[in-house]
């Protein structure tokens, strides 16, 4: 499993994002490596500054790497996706969240990476 957290930028509606895989970014360029198979947690970070994500969904010009496209799981305020065991490359994805009651979209990337040696998340 990978958990990409989310926190508003200081003086900013953007996003910083960080995973459990040691990558952190400020920019849509920003890009979590994912394992077919795996689970991808989006959470919103302590003090994230954000009211709440509102959705996850790919971007219309992007392929869809998800056997389980993401949906919330209300009883941890997360958003939860499967990336499929057939999936390859990449996907721009939006995040979809408010601040002060504002939607806003932030657009970063999930890229499949092949397992090798990496057990696939822990």
Known sequence: MVTIFIKKQPESTDLVLFDTEGNIGEDINFK???IRGQKVVWKLATDSGIDAIVGISKKDNSQNIFSTYPTENSSNSSWEG??????????????SYKINGIEHIFDPELEVKDDGDDDGGE
């Open 32 to 34: 979590t490596p994912v």
């Open 82 to 95: 499967m990336v499929s065991e057939a999936a390859t490359g990449s996907e721009g994805y939006n995040i």
